[in-house]
């Protein structure tokens, strides 16, 4: 209740007295602004033509003439604990997000679930009167919750958040999403034939959410979080909006980051005298791996070149398709009356993503899966990138160009993974602005601060009886109408994935070492000193001039860290960190049996099939002459098989990381009536290493009608949710051999059952390989 009740109660309600206080809905104050963040995803501050890039950004500039960019705003370097921080106002570790989900530890910093002593922005705003949204992507629970045998804890309604649609993982097919609604999963409304993408989609349903409040309740204000699935591979985009960037990134990234450079400085995003960071800054493989590099542009053949320049070009289309529909949520505040009494905040989460590697990916599943790219038969896919025959990622020399002018990316405690695009707007109180820019030292953790200093909100001290942390983050509101303020920011650290800096009144200390590197030793690093309130791109290390100057900021990191839960510090490689044993809700099982309508169950709740025998049993009751549907499927496109009937006949395809696809098929036609079917694959040998060779032999009623040699792929099928489902392929079809949502007629199926044999398969690179890319 929201307080004591002081009414008067006697056995006669005529004898006693009301109090509603206690009962009432919580009320926002009157002319109680609204909240619009916008999160964008792996997204350098050189992109945007906003900041200087060449992606132009219509909706973005629209926001950003009616408020304030900043050019001096941090992340934390990677996706959950950023995210963490702009719903919180505290720093990562202090909402257990020391890394991406997937690699939790049994650690307070690290545990990958916000203590209830964090409270979200949506938890205070929803007791403050205000309706809350969530639209997008969470990446904010554990993976062993993320299904729907799992607690609901760490969920958007489970912090706040009264609505949400979009994705719970750290990336999505934009074609093909794996959607869920509030607690449960759904299917997209419509097909990408039907002109169906994510990012419209999300569009779609944050319009329709804020409209279902206001047609009832219009004076109620609203927090809305919207989180795009751009620019975060895979890369999908429409290709009218792929093409209209043909030709502008011939030149290669490293021509690009020039130019860019050229028009910060015009802009005012950098000052003047900013130098251009090397695109290699620290030696490979001493500090960072070899999969970090940039391969120089002149050193390229002209097909890579083409394939290279085709890649950013799909990532461009995706930006500026995803800011047009975001216009049109935009068009919607506006002509409803609302924009002006909106606070929008506009991010993203961290720099431009190196997880494509030197050479980028036309199908990152053969990444995840450790199976070498074919530059011939990429080349034949350069007409179909950004579509659903793709699932690509760009080369880390784009990564490095569109974080200009700064070193590295994504990952790294350097200014090219932590030095991120902001726009605040308020048209209501920034009328006089008009797209300044603000150059004072900020980070994630001073934007919900900022918010409530918008709102007039004071946090409050408990939540759900909870004490909570106190707000590590500052406001920014000073600066809307101060350009040339102190910063009230001070000091900053960062910790990530064994990175470590400081940021201290226009200084910043670096620890050289490599992410993820395996290196440990900690207390043997070289600490880089930089005076980045003149040498912004980290140029000149001066850390022998100020020895006492790096002695004292150390000591301070040291200090801070132990107040933040940092420690202990881990670089363990992806493989000893992302895959390490973590409490799961079920044991390992051999047998697991599924009914009808079961629907998106994620891979790694799912029978593993991998480099072993297995056995897929289902009893079917065929109704009609020639049924058709798909009996269970599990994958997409890019790696999966499906037992399924077509024309009457049963078949089974294996598609072997969307390479090429086993089918056997019955020798006859099903029968009417009562069937048990069965698809079994026998492993005879292993090779390469985690691929079984074998047998997969097809039955009916115990009778074997078809068999075919098959191999299994090593790694995971999907990292985008196209789970098992059973009765259709609930999303991206397995096979070219029936449409997406191929789903049963003149048939329906009972039970499906499979049991596994032999050991329990993982192979540990390739499974942290993946779950690394997913971030």
Not at 160 to 170: H, I, S, V
Not at 241 to 270: I, N, P, S
Not at 360 to 389: H, I, R, T, Y
Not at 433 to 456: K, L, N
Request: proline residues 6%; hydrophobic residues 35%; charged residues 20%.
């Amino acid at each position: 209740m929201a307080g004591r009740f002081n009414g008067v109660i006697n056995m006669d309600v005529r004898d006693s007295t009301e109090d509603w206080g206690p009962f009432a809905p919580p009320q926002a104050r009157d002319g109680a602004p609204n909240v619009l963040y916008v999160v964008w995803d792996d997204t350098g501050i050189g992109a945007w033509d906003t900041f200087g890039g060449l992606i132009e950004m219509p909706t973005l500039n629209r926001i950003a003439e009616r408020g304030l960019r900043y050019s001096n705003w941090h992340t934390t370097a990677l996706c959950s604990p950023t995210r963490s921080s702009l719903l919180t106002g505290r720093n990562a570790h202090m909402n257990g997000m020391a890394c991406i989900v997937e690699g939790a530890g049994g650690y307070p910093g690290q545990s990958a679930v916000i203590p209830p002593e964090s409270g979200t922005v949506a938890e205070v705003l929803r007791d403050n009167g205000y309706s809350t949204y969530c639209v997008g992507k969470w990446h904010l629970t554990p993976e062993n919750e993320s299904n729907m045998g799992g607690s609901r804890r760490t969920w958007p309604l489970g912090r706040g958040f009264e609505r949400y649609y979009g994705f719970l993982g750290g990336e999505s097919n934009q074609w093909f999403p794996d959607l869920v609604y509030d607690n449960h999963t759904v299917d997209q409304p419509y097909l990408p034939d039907d002109g169906y993408h994510l990012s419209k989609d999300l569009v779609d349903k944050s319009i329709e959410f804020i409209r279902d409040g206001q047609q009832v309740n219009p004076d109620k204000p609203w927090l809305m979080y919207l989180a795009f699935g751009a620019n975060h591979a895979p890369h999908h985009s429409p290709k009218e909006w792929v093409d209209k960037y043909h030709g502008v990134f011939d030149e290669g990234y490293e021509v690009y980051r020039e130019k860019t450079l050229e028009r910060m400085k015009q802009l005012g995003v950098v000052p003047p005298d900013t130098e251009m960071a090397p695109i290699n800054p620290w030696p490979a493989p001493e500090v960072i791996a070899e999969i970090d590099l940039v391969r120089p542009w002149d050193e390229l053949g002209d097909d890579e070149k083409k394939l290279f320049t085709r890649m950013a070009e799909v990532y461009a289309g995706f930006s500026s398709y995803t800011d047009y529909e975001l216009g049109r949520l935009v068009d919607y505040l506006e002509q409803s009356g609302q924009l002006d009494n909106t606070v929008i905040v506009v991010v993203s989460d961290n720099g431009a993503s190196g997880e494509g590697s030197p050479n980028g990916s036309v199908n990152e599943n053969k990444f995840f899966n450790n199976w070498p790219d074919d530059l011939a038969e990429n080349l034949q896919k350069l007409d179909l990138l950004g579509g659903p025959d793709t699932y690509n990622h760009y080369p880390t020399g784009w990564a490095v160009a569109f974080n200009t002018p700064y070193k590295m990316f994504k990952r790294y405690t350097l200014e090219g993974g932590i030095a991120d695009p902001l726009i605040v707007s308020w048209p209501a109180e920034m009328s006089a602005v008009g797209g300044e820019f603000r150059d004072q030292y900020h980070h994630a953790i001073d934007i919900v601060p900022t918010v409530y200093d918008c709102a007039q909100i004071t946090p409050p001290d408990a939540i759900n009886g909870v004490t909570q942390y106190p707000i590590q983050g500052v406001s920014m509101r000073y600066t809307f109408d101060a350009p040339d303020a102190e910063s009230t920011r001070t000091t900053q650290y960062y910790e990530m994935l064994g990175t470590r800096a400081l940021y201290h009144d226009g200084w910043k200390i670096v620890a050289r070492h490599g992410a993820l590197s395996g290196i440990g030793n900690f207390g043997s690093d070289a600490w880089e000193l930089y005076h980045t309130e003149t040498d912004r791109a980290e140029m000149h290390d001066v850390a022998a001039d100020h020895p006492e100057k790096v002695s004292e900021m150390v000591g301070m990191w040291f200090a801070i860290a132990g107040r933040n839960n940092v420690f202990p510090l881990d670089d363990r490689t992806a493989r000893e960190r992302l895959t390490q044993e973590r409490p799961s809700a079920s044991a390992h099982r051999t047998e697991f049996t599924y009914y009808p309508g079961t629907a998106d169950i994620p891979e790694g709740v799912a029978p593993n099939i991998r480099n072993r025998s297995f056995k897929i049993r289902a009893d079917i009751d065929v109704t009609a002459d020639a049924p058709s549907g798909v009996i269970v499927a599990q994958g997409s496109r890019f790696g999966g098989h499906s037992l399924f009937v077509k024309d009457g006949q049963l078949h089974y395809v294996y598609n072997f990381l969307g390479i090429d696809e086993t089918l056997v098929s019955g020798k006859q036609a099903l029968t009417p009536g009562q069937h048990s079917v069965i698809a079994e694959f026998v492993k005879d040998a292993e090779d390469p290493p985690g691929v079984a060779n074998g047998t997969l032999h097809l039955s009916v009623d115990g009778t074997e009608v078809g068999s075919g040699a098959l191999r299994t792929q090593p790694g995971k099928f999907s990292l985008a949710g196209e789970g098992l489902g059973v009765g259709r392929d609930t999303a991206d079809p397995v096979s070219k051999q029936y449409p997406a949502r191929f789903e049963l007629t003149g048939l329906t199926v009972d039970h499906v059952t499979i049991t596994l044999e032999g050991d329990h398969y993982i192979n540990e690179d390739i499974e942290a390989h993946a779950m690394l890319v997913r971030e």
